[in-house]
């Protein structure tokens, strides 16, 4: 069942990870969103095998969530930057690290504080309603199915 | 460089992945969190072998996101449950279909509406500053190391 693509199944979390689901992408993402934007750059913070990291960068760009741009000339050399499609996948990455810090980040801590510039404060990520805006928890959301069953 | 475990990278969202970031295993939790339990349930909402919904069902029971418990003693039945520390991956989920719904649902829209049981409004997830209670965009958001850099 290797084959069966995500963007098939009638299902969004499917078709997102279908775009950032591959094994890296997600920490390629990370690093865009710490302000990496040159391929040495990706390539020394994460353990990837360099075609591997081209091939994450690529899709990235087919899909419209990095652009790639040309910053020399001679010799040509490029910088991937996050679209604004790109910086939407912000609360994607600050769920992970949430998660992340509170179960797995073991005696010394988290790794890294996200801290909001503005007040000092710690940054999370949190489902919200966007009619009262109230914090949702799971038990409080239904999901409400507009033509098929899902997937 | 397959061999590489995220367990070992300094970084949250590498962890988080490293538990959740398998092929089908946020689709295992989305279905979990629409309420699904029985094995037959995942196996009939996903196109997925079953020696692999198997194997993804017991790295989350051996993490603690799902908890087995049998439910039925002859012939000897198990479903799987949401800890609270699965519950706590709910802002991933949601901020994945969010990113979904809005890039890639085409001319159909969005398959399922998610909403919020008190008000009807629909369901997001955003950063947030748990200082100040303010959404925060990427750009408001400043990274301040511990102890090593980033991995």
Redesign the interface.
């Known amino acids: 069942?290797r084959g069966?693509a995500?963007?098939d199944?009638?299902?969004?979390?499917?078709?997102?990870?279908?775009?950032v689901?591959e094994?890296w992408t997600?920490?390629v993402l990370?690093d865009a969103?710490?302000g990496k934007r040159r391929f040495e750059e990706f390539s020394r913070?994460?353990?990837?095998?360099r075609n591997?990291l081209t091939d994450r960068l690529r899709t990235l760009v087919e899909h419209g969530v990095l652009e790639r741009r040309q910053y020399e000339e001679h010799p040509p050399r490029y910088e991937y930057r996050?679209t604004p499609?790109g910086?939407?996948?912000?609360?994607?990455?600050?769920?992970?690290?949430?998660?992340?810090?509170?179960?797995?980040?073991g005696a010394?801590?988290?790794?890294?504080?996200?801290?909001?510039?503005?007040?000092?404060?710690?940054?999370?990520?949190?489902?919200?309603?966007?009619?009262?805006g109230?914090p949702?928890?799971?038990r409080?959301?239904?999901?409400?199915?507009?033509?098929?069953p899902?997937?």
Chains 1, 2 share one sequence.
């Open positions: 069942m069966v995500f963007s199944l009638h299902c969004s979390v499917a078709r997102s990870l279908d775009v689901g094994r997600l920490l990370r969103f710490q913070s994460l353990p990837v095998a591997v996050l499609k910086m939407d996948l912000y609360p994607v990455i600050v769920a992970l690290i949430q998660w992340g810090d509170r179960y797995l980040a010394d801590g988290p790794p890294v504080d996200l801290v909001h510039r503005d007040c000092g404060g710690a940054v999370g990520a949190e489902a919200v309603c966007r009619g009262c109230n949702v928890h799971a409080d959301a239904q999901a409400e199915y507009r033509m098929h899902s997937p």
